[in-house]
């Protein structure tokens, strides 16, 4: 059996134990030679990764691992896959993308509306430099990218690099989702044949198939509106994510066609999902002060006492296990069904052959083999016709330096949609990105 080359870019992040954790349990049937964590933050990085080093010296010990912030030691040759979380600004530029809209009285979220928005303006630069590491020396490595906000980093590289068929964005919400339908349903969530659509946070499940062929979804939308939704990890959720989920009853009540991914309701209901934000405590503040805290609490420990065998610093992770799953599938050529982001080219008939949409698709050796999905009514057309256009808008106001596109954009965008605002909100943020974004003119 070949064993693999892989990368982790943003070796630092929050999320990197997760993986780590995903690859030891993995390892029959995804098994790695050589692992390398990079990250421009050294702090965070080395943290981490003594972690690893624990870890993988207990349960793993045949990779040949390393981290550093060299990206020369980083993007060698022979890379196979380069799984990449990669966070430009960090999370003090996360908690500004949340804060500054919220200043003016706006949606203040990380992927969504103006703090999506300016998110996108950061990562677009970083992640087209990575790409051209990553090719420069190794043509034929898979980059599966979770980096946010995916929806517009997907349209960007599409532009930047329309021939590279082995950059693959994606994103674990589609699959949190149906963990949680499978435990209302008590279905497994790999038993599901999903039919899905739309953009990247800005999607909608058509029909949930069982193995049998059944479509489960009109039983599960009786027990959502019957006894609400919750996430299948409840228990490990702050609760602004259980409010979240919450909220899925709401738009299932009102829009009872499907059933939508979790983030629609900013797009929805701007106006209430407003007043719950408190815009001096954050999703930002709530991570630092519960994830990102225990995270590095619990991989010191494991550094102290020589060990993680008691180390409990990731429990149930669909983040870390959902980025093996797709590397896996397209390592052995299994053509596993998962919901990923492509290029529409027709698979959603009345959509833009350019859009970058989320929906399901096989996943072999040539990358995916998206299922057509066909036409969509009137009202999620429109919604994601203006949405498409604002990604579309973000990227072009990137790669020409342009205000006026900025503008048009975030005029664009449901949770804006007043000009006035969006100049308003345009300006606070090119202020807080000032040596993240380019000059705009
Ligand atoms: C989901 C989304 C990701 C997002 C993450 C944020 O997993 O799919 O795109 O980055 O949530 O989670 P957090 O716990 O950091 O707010
Ligand atoms: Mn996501």
Redesign the pocket.
Known sequence: MKKFNVVIVGGGSTFTPGLLKGMCSRKDTFPINRLVMYDIDANRQQKIGEFAKILLKEEYPEVHFSYTTDKAKAFTEDIDFVLCQMRTGGYAMREKDEKVPLSKGLIGQ??CGPGGFAYGMRSIGDMIELVNDVRAKSKDAWILNYT?P?AIVAVALKEVFPKDNRILNI???PE?LLRSYGKLLGVHERDFEPVYFGLNHFGWFTNLYDTEGNDLLPELREKILDGGFRPADAEQRDQS?LDTYAMVEQIVRDFPDYLPNTYLQYYLYPDQVLKKLNPDFT?TNE?QAG?EKRVFKDCALAVEAGTAKDCDVVQNDA?GEFILFVAESIAYNKGNNFIVILKNDGLVSNLPEDAMVEVAASITANGPRPFAVGEIPTFYKGLIEAQYAYEKLTVEAYLEKSYGKALQALTLNRTVVSAAQARKVLDALVVANKGYWPELN
Do not use: S
């Open positions: 990380e992927t946010n995916a994103c674990d919400q949190n994510w999703r991570v994830r983040h």
